[in-house]
């Protein structure tokens, strides 16, 4: 089912576009955001849109999940999410809502929340880097300069209507790109590789995005795995040191403030001999810096589709353990 890259980065990364279908994106992440928007939250998708979008999937993927954690952060009591695609004409003329916007076909994604909404001092700031109305370890106010310059590579505009308690409103417009192939749904609905799956292993992930590792998390639980998580090196050790269990693979960032991905490895490899490792960079440096040959960890390059992730780990858990840590440039 998920062939996307899926998992969103704070980065940004060249894009690569080619037709998306916004429907299928939109299932495929409100499935897997669920457990993150929480039970007080209702879903509702309204997929209207006929036709395809160009652009990256992950990066268009990335606009929704911060849209979707926006408005779940908006919602701290509960409160109603649509998120809704549809095609739009955009007349010549300086009319209405979309009176900036250049004359087309669109496709519109919508994400609306019940929440506290905003003011007009708030409104008229969201989308410039690093505002921010949250708590420091909150919110770095990225979210929405992401994902307006994503848009705007597309081609397309974002808007934001709220106003306090009244909820929020974001709608981001995609050129319309033609019909939707037969093809371009074939992948999206592809299902996930069935090779040599090994299930009921636990796996420690060490990922200081919670998007991304939330994501990594529902991955490997669907393919069958028990999940430990860690933001950073410490709390890997301590989740590890708590763990009266086996962990039988370790999937870590390499570049991380305190403990990087290979200390990290060394020490816990020490401690748990057997242990299996995936060093995951957004950095294809630190992947080309790494090791190689048998017994070296393996490396998965960000993004990541999940199909490649769990490509990796399957090999991982078929492969003997590893003895051998490459040093690598930022440990
Ligand atoms: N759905 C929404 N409802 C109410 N306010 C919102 C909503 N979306 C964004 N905002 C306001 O816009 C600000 C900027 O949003 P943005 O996503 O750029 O940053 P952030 O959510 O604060 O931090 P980050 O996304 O980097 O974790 C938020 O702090 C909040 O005040
Ligand atoms: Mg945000």
Redesign the pocket.
């Known amino acids: 089912m998920l062939t996307r890259k899926l998992l969103a980065f704070?980065r940004r990364r060249v894009m690569t576009p080619e037709p998306v279908d916004l429907n299928g994106l939109v299932l495929e992440t409100t499935h897997l955001l669920r457990p993150l928007i929480g039970e007080q939250i209702e879903l509702e998708t309204r997929l209207a849109a006929e036709g395809t979008v160009r652009g990256d999937p992950s990066q268009l993927e990335q606009v929704l999940v911060?849209?979707v954690?926006?408005?779940r952060?908006?919602m701290a009591a509960g409160g109603q999410l649509r998120v809704s695609t549809a095609n739009l004409t955009v007349e010549p003329g300086p009319l209405g809502r979309y009176g900036f916007v250049k004359p087309g076909r669109y496709v519109s994604l919508e994400?609306e929340?019940t929440?506290?909404?905003?003011d007009e001092a708030?409104l008229a700031?969201?989308?410039e880097p690093f505002?921010?109305?949250?708590a420091a370890d909150?919110?770095?106010?990225?979210?929405?300069?992401?994902?307006y310059g994503i848009v705007k590579d597309a081609g397309g505009y974002i808007l934001?209507d709220?106003e306090p308690g009244r909820?929020?409103r974001?709608t981001v417009l995609l050129p319309w790109s033609g019909e939707l192939a037969a093809e371009a749904g074939t992948r999206l609905a592809a299902p996930l590789p069935q090779a040599a799956a090994v299930a009921g292993l636990t796996v420690l992930i060490v990922e200081d995005e919670p998007a991304v590792r939330l994501l990594i998390r529902r991955i490997l639980e669907r393919e069958g795995h028990r999940v430990l998580e860690a933001t950073d090196g410490e709390h890997a050790l301590a989740a590890s040191r708590g763990s009266e269990s086996a962990i039988d693979l370790l999937i870590t960032d390499v570049r991380m403030p305190g403990i990087g991905g290979p200390a990290l490895t060394r020490i816990l490899l020490a401690e748990r001999p057997g242990l299996r490792v995936i060093l995951t960079s957004g950095y294809g440096d630190d992947i080309a810096g790494g090791g190689s040959g048998p017994g070296a960890p393996l490396f998965l390059e960000k993004p990541f589709s999940p199909d490649q992730l769990v490509q990796v780990v399957r090999e991982a858990l078929a492969t003997p353990p590893h003895d051998l840590v490459p040093d690598a440039p930022n440990a």
């Open positions: 704070s911060n849209l954690v926006n408005a952060d908006a994400v929340d929440g506290h909404g905003m708030t700031r969201v989308f505002f921010t109305t949250k909150k919110g770095s106010g990225l979210g929405l300069s992401t994902a934001a709220s909820g929020s974001f």
